[in-house]
């Protein structure tokens, strides 16, 4: 089967950086996506990971290590618009599975 | 492309009535998915289809859901009857081959069964 943890809740500063972690228990796992989910709409695609590594695409990043069944997304220069709920998800086969997510909050 | 488009974008329906959500994916993905979403359970897989064909519909709570896709432009998901415990965001996706790619998914119908 596939679960995925990740906290409920995270507050940051606008400007700031913060990191949002992602551990799962999956067999015949291929790799780790996140997205981004605003208040009312729908999610949206942000990032996979296949490798080890870190990833990146402008303002977010995003790092796995297979071995330690563990990634996380770092979101830097917060902005207002960064609230909303962020969800990893792992794909075995072909139908990927969600973890509950976690709401962002930004101060300003 | 538009994008998934999904309706309708509300339903409000008695309990015991009959619900048909509706989903046209984009053109030329090859794999159709549909997730409800609640608070409580968050996003749930509840079947998805790959060229049109069903291929795993594990997470279809009960047979009082029901889902086709007859042809690659149009998917349906229906409850018959439907309860006040259906009330959830129902989301469709569709996605180019595996998750490398990402879903796109649709706008939603939130459903509400009174």
């Known amino acids: 089967g596939q679960s995925l943890e990740q906290p409920s809740e995270v507050t940051a500063v606008e400007g700031a950086i913060v990191q949002i972690n992602c551990t799962y228990q999956?067999?015949?796992?291929?790799?780790l996506s996140w997205y981004q989910q605003h208040d009312g709409g729908a999610p949206t695609f942000l990032s996979y990971?296949?490798?080890?590594g870190l990833e990146e695409t402008g303002r977010f990043s995003s790092f796995l290590s297979r071995s330690d069944s563990y990634g996380y997304l770092l979101l830097q220069e917060l902005q207002m618009k960064d609230s909303a709920s962020y969800f990893c998800?792992?794909?075995?086969?072909?139908?990927?599975?969600f973890g509950k997510g976690t709401r962002l909050h930004i101060l300003p | 492309d538009a994008g998934v488009i999904q309706s309708p974008r509300h339903e409000v329906t008695e309990m015991g009535q009959e619900v048909t959500l509706r989903c046209k994916p984009i053109?030329?993905?090859?794999?159709l998915f549909w997730y409800r979403q609640t608070m409580m359970r968050g996003l749930e897989l509840l079947i998805y289809?790959?060229?049109?064909?069903?291929i795993d519909d594990s997470g279809m709570p009960e047979d009082r859901f029901s889902a086709k896709m007859p042809n690659a432009s149009f998917s349906t998901l229906k409850i018959q009857p439907s309860e006040p415990r259906d009330s959830a965001v129902y989301f469709c996706?569709?996605?180019w081959g595996k998750g490398l790619y990402g879903y796109t998914f649709g706008s939603g119908t939130r459903l509400t069964v009174v």
């Open positions: 053109s030329g993905h090859d794999y």
């Open positions: 999956t067999s015949g796992f291929y790799g």
């Open positions: 990971n296949a490798l080890d």
């Open positions: 289809f790959n060229n049109n064909v069903p």
């Open positions: 998800a792992t794909d075995r086969d072909d139908k990927i599975i």
């Open positions: 996706a569709s996605s």
